[in-house]
């Protein structure tokens, strides 16, 4: 079983910045996981916004927040951060957090979401 707990959602003015972290827990979590970033507007599908390996060697970003929004993680903390910068508008979603055992493979572990409002 594996645990995933997000926070640092909250409302923010156009422009501004917000930091997601997500903390990983439970026997079956490995540091080898690749960590994603996903995210859901109200009446659309689900999108990926980011993902990191484990080492950093692969990360993967949408076209829609490339330049401004930077994932990262401290394995020794079993954590992923999200650092979003010039939010906009349609940044507004319930984030996600994610993890897979491998690059390119079915995320398994899902965590419960943290809301971003970005007023205009």
């Known amino acids: 079983q594996v645990q995933l707990v997000e926070s640092g959602g909250g409302l923010v003015q156009a422009g501004g910045s917000l930091r997601l972290s997500c903390t990983a827990s439970g026997p079956s979590f490995s540091s080898s996981y690749v960590m994603g970033w996903f995210r859901q507007a109200p009446g659309k599908v689900r999108e990926s916004v980011a993902a990191?390996?484990?080492?950093?060697?692969?990360?993967y970003y949408a076209e829609s927040v490339k330049g401004r929004f930077t994932i990262s993680r401290d394995n020794a903390k079993n954590t992923v951060y999200l650092q979003m910068d010039s939010l906009k508008p349609e940044d507004t979603a319930v984030y996600y957090c994610a993890a897979a055992r491998n690059w390119g493979v079915q995320y398994n572990y899902w965590g419960q979401g943290t809301l971003v409002t970005v007023s205009s």
């Open positions: 990191m390996s484990s080492g950093g060697l692969n990360t």
